[in-house]
């Protein structure tokens, strides 16, 4: 097993920033702590790794059904949920600079000399806010700290008018919202943060085997991504730290510079949250099936996993840097094609017009199927870096050569190899790949 790089973090925040793909939000009045807007190509990145998780649950073994639900839902959602009076955090504070922090942060070493800390006490991490134009405790609404409550909500609309049977599963992939104590290490704690979940609905009898089912099948989908299959690994939660909720739970772990941290959790919440909601709502969730004349409450396999988090631990993982033959060093992000903000970069040689008119003309063609970039501006060995650098896999170059041949050279990221190839051949090329 590798250990953990530090550097690597400064590395991957500073060309992150420098390059477009993630910006601290609010930074022209001085930013906000632990928040980030997604520059051109980080919301590119983000588009892409939402693409292939749609696709790879659609290729699932049963029946998936997307839903998109609201961020704020009643109160009475997270009463029932368990929500406001479960999620929460141990808070201390010092007495002496009245600063905040969970009680397992790393932060409190670096707190005021002479620290004295109060008791944990716990803090609810939701976002509460207000409904309308009165403030009272009948108008008090809360951002939602997780998208699965409105998949369970919404059991009984996606049964009836899908006309659904057990085993489906439900997902979605939204905005999310934590009060967090201490957030921080760039964008893999914020208060702001998206989630990709999934709620498979089986018997109970049922679920332990797709428990097993989906811990295999998200594991492989983060190695398809080329997240490094050793910096990976699971971790089952321990019955003291198991959520309210949960029968069992297993960590998908990613090594992150500082350590090994949570990409995703695949939880048994077996009937808890339907039963809850029954309960409270007085809506019948149970589920008939007709073959075997019963009816029952499902259990939930939940698959959660993090969007940002899951964006950040890929570029962690495809950074790297090469030495050159004349000592220079080489950094590129090695995306997989899939995944590339950029896949195809197209560079004239020079800015005359004719050579810019012809990669005008190829960007036209190959704009249709991929995502594509005519880049003009500095010399062609800095912009072969910057495409190194923003992940690009491939660059068409076109030169005065190609005035007189009608062909292009087309360089790959990872080996630097170039090949010559006719202009009227680059659709065939890259549908080869």
């Given at each position: ?158 049964l009836r008018t899908m006309r659904a049977k057990i085993p489906f599963g439900i997902a979605n992939i939204g905005k999310s919202f934590r009060n967090e104590i201490t957030p921080g290490q760039f964008i893999f704690r914020t208060r702001e943060f998206e989630q990709m979940e999934i709620e498979f609905f089986c018997k109970e009898s049922e679920e332990d085997q797709w428990m097993d089912y ?138 005359k017009d004719d050579l810019i008119e012809i990669c005008n003309d190829i960007n036209k063609i190959l704009s249709e199927d991929y995502r594509t970039e005519v880049d003009i501006t500095q010399s062609i060995g800095k912009r072969y870096r910057r495409q190194d650098e923003i992940g690009t896999p491939y660059c068409i170059t076109v030169d005065f050569e190609s005035l007189e041949d009608n ?27």
């Amino acid at each position: 097993m590798e250990t953990p790089d530090k550097e690597l973090f400064d590395k991957v925040v500073k060309i992150s920033q420098s390059r477009g793909f993630v910006f601290n939000a609010s930074s022209i009045y001085g930013g906000l702590r632990s928040s980030y807007d997604y520059g051109p190509l980080g919301a590119l990145l983000k588009q892409n790794i939402s693409n292939l998780w749609w696709k790879s649950i659609k290729n699932a073994d049963t029946n998936i059904y997307p839903v998109d639900t609201a961020i704020i839902q009643s109160s009475d959602v997270w009463k029932s949920s368990g929500h406001l009076e479960e999620f929460t955090d141990p808070m201390v504070e010092c007495k002496k600079c009245n600063k905040r922090f969970r009680s397992d942060s790393e932060e409190i070493t670096e707190c005021c000399d002479n620290q004295e800390l109060t008791e944990p006490k716990q803090f609810n991490l939701m976002f509460e806010t207000y409904s309308g134009p009165v403030k009272n405790e009948n108008s008090q609404v809360f951002l939602r700290p997780e998208t699965a409550q409105g998949i369970f909500i919404n059991f009984e609309n996606v049964l009836r008018t899908m006309r659904a049977k057990i085993p489906f599963g439900i997902a979605n992939i939204g905005k999310s919202f934590r009060n967090e104590i201490t957030p921080g290490q760039f964008i893999f704690r914020t208060r702001e943060f998206e989630q990709m979940e999934i709620e498979f609905f089986c018997k109970e009898s049922e679920e332990d085997q797709w428990m097993d089912y989906w811990i295999k099948k998200r594991m492989e989908w983060y190695q398809s991504l080329g997240i490094k299959e050793d910096h990976l690994q699971l971790r089952e939660h321990e019955e003291n730290e198991l959520a309210h909720y949960a029968k069992k739970t297993v960590d998908i772990e990613y090594l992150y510079p500082w350590g090994w941290g949570e990409l995703e959790g695949i939880a048994n919440r077996g009937s808890y949250d339907l039963l809850s909601h029954q309960e409270n709502s007085g809506k019948d969730l149970t589920y008939f099936d007709s073959v075997n004349d019963e009816k029952y409450i499902p259990s939930a396999i939940e698959p959660a996993g993090g969007l940002t988090r899951t964006l950040f631990a890929l570029l962690l993982s495809v950074y790297d840097e090469e030495k050159l033959e004349n000592d220079e060093t080489r950094t590129l992000f090695r995306f997989i094609f899939e995944l590339a903000p950029i896949q195809i970069g197209i560079l004239p040689l020079s800015k005359k017009d004719d050579l810019i008119e012809i990669c005008n003309d190829i960007n036209k063609i190959l704009s249709e199927d991929y995502r594509t970039e005519v880049d003009i501006t500095q010399s062609i060995g800095k912009r072969y870096r910057r495409q190194d650098e923003i992940g690009t896999p491939y660059c068409i170059t076109v030169d005065f050569e190609s005035l007189e041949d009608n062909s292009v050279t087309i360089r790959d990221r990872d080996t630097m190899k170039q090949e010559r190839i006719s202009i009227d051949k680059l659709s065939e090329y890259f549908e080869k790949l």
